[in-house]
């Protein structure tokens, strides 16, 4: 025992050792450049606003660093703050609900196709997905506005015309509109890996439809909801440009309001945004959390 | 990005007349949702060629709105700056993007759960926060360094390429990351016991193989970078401009045919771009 351990094993070990060290030397390369960005310029910006939060704001936007709660308080205490943090996230909850009540019947659909039909009807929702949010907002602008063709429509109906835009309402048709595919696509990704034959099985086990959808095949296909949701409800809480552009910036929501405090309004606010974004990323991960507690309790 | 599934389901054929009933309002429901999404671009796409100078309908075809389109410098310069920033930070993140995908998939190490996670938050956060986090940061370390060594470096188109690279680099790994997981290990082993090196190992075996993956990640985020407004908007300098934000500034002005003409140049770059990047996946 003890002469093998003298004879074999320090050429072994310094091989091994080399071996290691090349190892994770590689990895170190392929590694560093990634962390090095992510953490550079993700992460270590995420502390810089941590830090605004907490810092004073002066009188002509430049930041005084005196360590103060006030930003905080006042995102308590004002109502155009509170009020915006309420109507974003109504709006939030609005509009995934009702992308969830589109995108789940369409992605059912699709799935039920012959392959090559749910090819085309999947690249269909896939381009709206890879296109310019901005211009597809502005296409509503041209569709809603004053002499646009609803109006028109209207009009030829020996109708008055109506004032669609900007509204509350097209700002919903809006966010609608920019964020159905993210819910369809998670919905199809796990219709498409359920067993319809479970179906008839709970169909012979004497349940309606009614019953088979809501016992076996919401339960079964609830991770892709949640997942939907959530790609629904982060981007719709945090938007500015739909309610910029189709809300016509009379309303505020949460988006307007950071935006015009980093850049517009005189003189900015960086500490106050600050905080603003810090609470808002709060209640996103609360209600995240939350959502995610819910749907899987009901999974079980 | 969504690949059909290899293994299909039978298709069911012999439904019964009320479930057929139920397929026939789904299908009712997918041509309203189809038209939904369609009929905002088309309308777009179409009053782009219409003689209205409001832009708003239909009053007979002409080209004019495009010529304009080419005479506009601020607008070209605006879609040269873009097409820089995309192009620049396209291939820096493709790279970064491609070894960061290898190190995770190829190696079990500490802190790589931790990663994992900081390299999915920049795909779920909303972006108006990591926007506003850059601009305070730029701010904030460009303020540093001007008092510790005088160096006044103003925001512009560096500043925005470091943020698309930052927000771009989770997509590629995603996408890298994907075309990896199916990767046969013994093709490298049985390269490397022909004597080929590690770098003949990865040059001629592993690039090849996933080649689809990191054109598919470099394709994803030159879309992202083209398309991206927010990030944009909040990392450009006062004296620069780039086309998102440009088209922007004149929307919140006035509907105009000629912001018709460039959004439908846009859409149209968009689109082929996924139809590639389909081609791409598909011919794997």
Redesign the interface.
Known sequence: MALETLTSEPRESRVAALLRRS?RF??G???F???F???L??????V??V??SFATPGPTGRVEWHFTLANYGTLFTESLYVNAYLRSIWAGVLTTLICLL?GY??A???V?R??RW??V????????????????T??????L?N???IN?IIQALGLPRVALYPSEGAVLIGLI?GN??FMV?PI??SL?RF??TLLEAAADLGAD?TRAFLRVMLPLTMPGIAAGS?LVF??T?????VS??LGGAKVDYL?NL??RL??RSNPPN?PL??AM?IV??AV?TVAILLYFRITTEQDR | ??D??TT??P??TGMDS?RSA??LA??A??IL??V??????V??VA?SFTRDS????WTGFTLDWYRRLLADQRLLGAALNTLYVALTSTIVST???T??A??MER?R?RGRTG?DA??Y??I???????A??????FA?SFGILELLSGLRLQMGLGTVT??H???T??FV?VVVRASLKGFDMRLEEAAQDLGAN?WQTFRHITLPLILPGIIGGALLAF?LSL?D??IT??TTGPGTSLL?VE??GQ??RA?TPK??AI?TL??LV??T??FLS?FIQRRR
């Open positions: 190892e590689r990895l390369l392929l590694l450049p990634g962390l960005w992510l953490l310029f993700f992460a270590l910006p995420l810089v606003v830090l605004y589109a019947p369409l059912l659909y699709i039920r012959p392959p749910r090819t009807l999947l690249f269909l929702i896939l381009i709206p997905f890879w296109t310019n949010f901005l211009v597809r502005y296409a509503w602008m041209i569709i506005s002499n646009g063709i028109s509109y159905l595919p696509l199809f990704a498409d067993d319809f439809q959530v982060i981007p809480v945090g938007q500015f440009v910029d552009l988006g950071l935006q980093f850049t960086w945004g600050s974004a808002f990323m996103l | 990005m969504l059909t599934p299909r389901k298709y069911v009320r139920g397929m789904l299908g429901h997918t949702t189809m939904f999404l369609y009929a905002p671009i309308v777009l009053f409001f832009g708003v309908r790279i970064i993007g070894m960061t290898l190190a190696y190490f990663f900081l390299l938050l920049p779920v956060i909303p972006e108006i926060v990591m506003l986090a850059l601009l305070a940061f904030f470091i943020a690279i930052a927000f680099i989770s790994v590690e879309t398309d407004f927010i908007f909040f998102p088209v922007y929307v919140k509907i912001i018709n959004s846009m859409l968009s689109i771009l996924v389909q």
